[in-house]
């Protein structure tokens, strides 16, 4: 599975939209890109996932370069409760479900 | 989002004792679930693949035999922690698929072995 490259920590102000960039630049034509996201001492939580469309829902959305080579989770209201380690994962069909999870990116937001 | 229960959620146990962490999913089958670890201030790490009805798959460097795992039902996998050591001590985590591929994850059990 390609690798992903986060910045280790972004701020944000409550109720600004948090924008969280991900570069996945060695993705392939199979491979989804995954957005999970961890609050302390919990166990992750799915946000969205998508393939090379834009992709919405109640959560977030997840806009993706039209060369797939990188990506972007926007929270569009913050809240102080959305402060946690997101994390971006690339998956293929031959991955079967496994992801492999890197640093991530930790994500403060403050009133 | 679907539901996946862990039990129990923390648990303190001497050296040399066995520990056996329950994962269930409770409103979906999943015929795959997964068993991760993660070390304070680190990130998750894959340990198994655990797939109903069959034997588990683990992960290079982890021990079969010191980490059994158990996937009975469509809803239910056992992580069993034999001969816990303190090095052992971690947050375990597992994670049911679902029919899109997203994995939902547990809450967690925390280990202390002391």
């Known amino acids: 599975d390609a690798k992903t490259t986060q910045p280790p920590s972004m701020d944000c102000a409550e109720g600004r939209a948090a924008n969280l960039p991900c570069n996945h630049s060695t993705i392939s034509g199979n491979e989804y890109v995954y957005w999970y996201r961890q609050i302390h001492s919990q166990g992750p939580q799915y946000i969205i996932h998508g393939l090379k469309n834009n992709e919405t829902n109640e959560m977030a959305s997840l806009i993706i370069t039209e060369d797939r080579k990188s990506s972007t989770l926007i929270l569009p209201h913050a809240t102080l409760r959305d402060t946690a380690v997101y994390y971006c994962?690339?998956?293929?069909?031959?991955?079967?479900?496994?992801?492999?999870f890197g640093q991530g990116t930790i994500l403060t937001v403050h009133p | 989002g679907a539901v996946v229960s862990q039990h129990p959620s923390r648990v303190i146990c001497k050296s040399g004792t066995s520990v056996k962490i329950e994962c269930r999913s409770l409103?979906?089958?999943?015929?795959?679930m997964f068993w991760y670890r993660q070390f304070p201030k680190q990130s998750l790490m894959l340990m198994a693949t655990s797939n109903e009805g069959s034997k588990a798959t683990y992960e290079q460097g982890v021990e079969k035999d010191k980490f059994l795992i158990n996937h009975a039902s469509l809803t239910l996998s056992t992580l069993t922690v034999t001969s816990a050591h303190p090095e052992d001590s971690s947050f375990y985590i597992c994670?049911?698929?679902?029919?899109?591929?997203?994995?939902?994850f547990g809450p967690g059990t925390r280990l202390t072995v002391l």
């Open positions: 994670s049911a698929r679902g029919k899109l591929n997203e994995q939902f």
């Open positions: 994962i690339v998956i293929g069909g031959t991955s079967y479900g496994k992801l492999t």
């Open positions: 409103d979906f089958q999943a015929t795959t």
